[in-house]
């Protein structure tokens, strides 16, 4: 009887155990620790309510080669839409350079991706070229924006992606990529 009581016990505990591990690795439980992270650098930091993958419209890159966001997947993605006619998005482009070389060597991808012109990518390839590690990527028909869902709402709109390739969070406006607060979201957006 105490045997069974005791092996009882065991699958009790057993399953407490279960279902308590299962409920803290669902989704839900990290926006909840993203969400706490809204503050200082990452004010702005704006939760999406269903994690979604990123639209198909595609951009170049430095060759004039076709990407999506989905090209990255595996990665932690920080989106970037800018333009050299905004002003915002020109003075937070050095923290997203020091960000972009914070976590060189990880699954990290910070693409800067150009709204510009086509008229305006000699402009732009000059610009970025200022900030490196960051890549260049343009979407000069200006698709990507119109593509996100909600669509963005200006520049510059940084949207941010998990592994899976999911978008969790955006930043409308500038904001500070290389404060402490922005490297723990990413750091909580690795973690996962």
């Known amino acids: 009887m105490k045997l069974a009581l005791a092996a009882a016990l065991i699958v009790g505990v057993a399953g407490v155990v279960y279902v308590t591990k299962g409920s803290l690795s669902k989704p839900g439980t990290a926006k909840v620790e993203l969400a706490s992270l ?4 990452m004010d702005k930091l704006e939760l999406v ?8 419209a595609s951009f170049v890159n430095s060759e004039g080669k076709p990407v999506t966001l989905a090209d990255f997947k595996g990665k932690v993605v920080v989106a970037n839409l800018w333009a050299t006619w905004c002003a915002p998005c020109k003075k937070e482009m050095p923290t997203l350079a020091r960000l972009a070389a914070d976590y060189a060597g990880k699954p990290v991808e910070v693409a800067a ?5 086509a008229s305006a990518t000699a402009q732009a390839k000059e ?3 200022t900030h490196k590690p ?19 709402q200006g520049f510059p709109t940084t949207v941010l992606y998990d592994k899976a390739g ?8 500038e904001a500070d990529w290389s404060s402490p607060e922005a490297k723990q979201v990413i750091d909580a957006l690795l973690a996962e």
Do not use: N
């Not at 809204?38 to 650098?41: D, V």
């Not at 999911?166 to 406006?173: I, L, P, T």
């Open 38 to 41: 809204a503050k200082g650098g």
């Open 49 to 56: 309510s269903t994690p979604k993958p990123p639209p198909a």
């Open 113 to 117: 991706i150009s709204v510009d012109s």
């Open 127 to 129: 610009f970025i070229a």
């Open 134 to 152: 960051l890549a260049f990527y343009q979407d000069a028909k200006l698709a990507l924006p119109f593509a996100f869902s909600p669509p963005a």
């Open 166 to 173: 999911m978008e969790r969070a955006r930043v409308v406006g």
